[in-house]
T-cell receptor, first 114, second 112 residues
Framework: DAGVIQSPRHEVTEMGQEVTLRCKPISGHNSLFWYRQTMMRGLELLIYFNNNVPIDDSGMPEDRFSAKMPNASFSTLKIQPSEPRDSAVYFC????????????FGDGTRLSIL | GEDVEQSLFLSVREGDSSVINCTYTDSSSTYLYWYKQEPGAGLQLLTYIFSNMDMKQDQRLTVLLNKKDKHLSLRIADTQTGDSAIYFCAESMNTGRRALTFGSGTRLQVQP
């Protein structure tokens, strides 16, 4: 079975550019999560969706970050404009909705903003 | 508030048992998880335990939960070099907010 698929795996871009990260959740999963991992702050939730609807975006750092889920099989996380402090590994995870359902993670996108 | 703590580093010899510890503060935690992260990879779910359980065993992995002390441990029997990775403890709660709260991760180094 295909797991959570993220693209690109690596992204290097200059500050000020727009960055779009993509995620395809596991088929049949209706909850999707975006996390960010840094050395300083560890793993932090940015936003999550249930049935394509954003439920909690309190972790989104600022207005430069936005996330969408236009359908059950695709989500994007966009940063515009990007800044060097956005450099991190961004993970997408999905699960079946329900508090006892484990989250399955993609391999992440390693983002470097120069 | 939510807080999950782990020791940063553990070194063991191949064939020994490894015990990775985790403490959490939120008594409303319902599920506790162990994830493994290898270099350059995502988080792989290893196992999880419901808060009304004391122990769960799955092949070489044993999870122990002391709910009174809010202490969770992961024991890996017969540790192999392939077990070298960062291990994350995470909790979730039976509330509206479904996100996982992660510890900082324990780097396990297995020496041959």
């Amino acid at each position: 079975d295909a797991g959570v698929i993220q693209s690109p795996r690596h992204e290097v871009t200059e500050m000020g550019q727009e960055v779009t990260l993509r995620c395809k959740p596991i088929s049949g999963h209706n909850s999707l999560f975006w996390y960010r991992q840094t050395m300083m702050r560890g793993l932090e939730l940015l936003i999550y969706f249930n049935n394509n609807v954003p439920i909690d975006d309190s972790g989104m750092p600022e207005d430069r970050f936005s996330a969408k889920m236009p359908n059950a099989s695709f989500s994007t996380l966009k940063i515009q404009p990007s800044e060097p402090r956005d450099s991190a590994v961004y993970f997408c995870a999905s699960s079946v909705q329900g508090s006892n359902q484990p989250q399955h993670f993609g391999d992440g996108t390693r983002l470097s903003i120069l | 508030g939510e807080d999950v703590e782990q020791s940063l580093f553990l070194s063991v010899r191949e064939g020994d048992s490894s015990v990775i510890n985790c403490t959490y503060t939120d008594s409303s935690s319902t599920y506790l998880y162990w994830y493994k992260q290898e270099p350059g990879a995502g988080l792989q779910l290893l196992t999880y335990i419901f808060s009304n359980m004391d122990m769960k065993q799955d092949q070489r992995l044993t999870v122990l939960l002391n709910k009174k002390d809010k202490h969770l441990s992961l024991r890996i029997a017969d540790t192999q070099t392939g077990d070298s990775a960062i291990y994350f403890c995470a909790e979730s709660m039976n509330t509206g907010r479904r996100a996982l709260t992660f510890g900082s991760g324990t780097r396990l180094q297995v020496q041959p």
